[in-house]
Nanobody
Framework: VQLQASGGGQVQPGGSLRLSCAAS????????MGWFRQAPGKEREFVAA????????RYSDAVKGRFTISRDNAKNTAYLQMNNLRPEDTAVYYC??????????????????WGQGTLVTVSS
């Protein structure tokens, strides 16, 4: 499984960005997809996840109500729509994938595959 993340960039506070994660996998709908982020000097933290079968979603408290995770199974792609961005959202964002699902989806150790990361900078 290979994951290719894209869509990062620099945006002003209050702005929006949409990240994409293209997956090279045969049965994409069977994979859970997630987004994590890592700011300089900090540990990688969970952002959002979406289940493969029913597209059930989970968010961290830090982004709930501002970010939306989605997936297009026909395109083997997951998305992270980020609205009302704040300076504290500045980080490298990584997409992740795993077969099936884990109740501990918020732990990066539960994810099997990782993309290369895309930098999001929120600054005026």
């Amino acid at each position: 499984v290979q994951l290719q993340a894209s869509g990062g960039g620099q945006v002003q506070p209050g702005g929006s960005l949409r990240l994409s994660c293209a997956a090279s996998v045969g049965t994409f709908r069977q994979y859970g997809m997630g987004w994590f982020r890592q700011a300089p000097g900090k540990e990688r933290e969970f952002v959002a996840a979406i289940r493969g079968g029913d597209s059930n979603v989970r968010y961290s408290d830090a982004v709930k109500g501002r970010f939306t995770i989605s997936r297009d199974n026909a395109k083997n792609t997951a998305y992270l729509q980020m609205n009302n961005l704040r300076p504290e959202d500045t980080a490298v964002y990584y997409c992740s994938a795993r077969g099936g699902w884990s109740v501990q989806y918020y732990r990066h150790s539960e994810w099997h595959y990782w993309g290369q990361g895309t930098l999001v900078t929120v600054s005026s």
